[in-house]
T-cell receptor, first 113, second 117 residues
């Protein structure tokens, strides 16, 4: 069965500092991996996705993530945090040809001035 | 134009009442979903319809009944509302795409915040 673990339900960084949000997955088949962002009182918006090919994927708003099969990880990074990055971030896993997503429990990012 | 729209945005009601939430997508997708997000932000799939057919039906009380009149609409009806039903309900839609037709990217509505008093 698939599962997703997001380490750290709350992460605080200073404005301009590196953002690192951790996601580990479990899947018996090659996974499709996603990061979504949820701003306050809004729905989820796709940040980036990994399907096949290049393991370093770039998304919107300067975020990127690297798929590491050996570590079963898909951590999200951004070199320099901005106040507007404060939000809830969700990692999700899916399998090829399926409709079901398994979401992690989310990480709330707080950006300090 | 909003891609996935839900109505109402807020819903406050008494225990025991019956209520419906509506969802519409204008993305031309063939699959729609209902998720429940609890107070701890945990997202759980409830139902999914593909071309008006139910394809995902998680362990949800049978007081919850989805209905898809066409591919662009998926409504959620809840009977005999309970305190524990208070949550944010998200609608999403997707279309399988990508090489070999295997990537499922879901697009979410803004949510309906249900408060049961």
């Amino acid at each position: 069965a698939q599962s997703v673990t997001q380490l750290g339900s709350h992460v605080s960084v200073s404005e301009g500092a590196l953002v690192l949000l951790r996601c580990n997955y479990s899947s018996s088949v090659p996974p499709y991996l996603f990061w979504y962002v949820q701003y306050p009182n809004q729905g989820l918006q796709l940040l980036l996705k990994y399907t096949t090919g290049a393991t370093l994927v770039k998304g919107i708003n300067g975020f990127e993530a690297e798929f590491k099969k050996s570590e079963t990880s898909f951590h999200l990074t951004k070199p320099s945090a901005h106040m507007s990055d404060a939000a809830e971030y969700f990692c999700a896993v899916s399998e090829a040809g399926t409709y079901k997503y398994i979401f992690g429990t989310g990480t709330r990012l707080k950006v300090l001035a | 134009d909003t891609a996935v729209s839900q109505t109402p945005k807020y819903l406050v009601t008494q225990m025991g009442n019956d209520k419906s939430i509506k969802c519409e997508q204008n993305l031309g997708h063939d699959t729609m979903y209902w998720y429940k997000q609890d107070s701890k932000k945990f997202l759980k799939i409830m139902f999914s319809y593909n071309n008006k057919e139910l394809i995902i039906n998680e362990t949800v009380p049978n007081r919850f009944s989805p209905k898809s009149p066409d591919k662009a609409h998926l409504n959620l009806h809840i009977n005999s509302l309970e305190l524990g039903d208070s949550a944010v309900y998200f609608c999403a839609s997707s279309r399988i795409s990508g090489t070999g037709g295997s990537v499922n990217i879901q697009y979410f509505g803004a949510g309906t915040r249900l408060s049961v008093l």
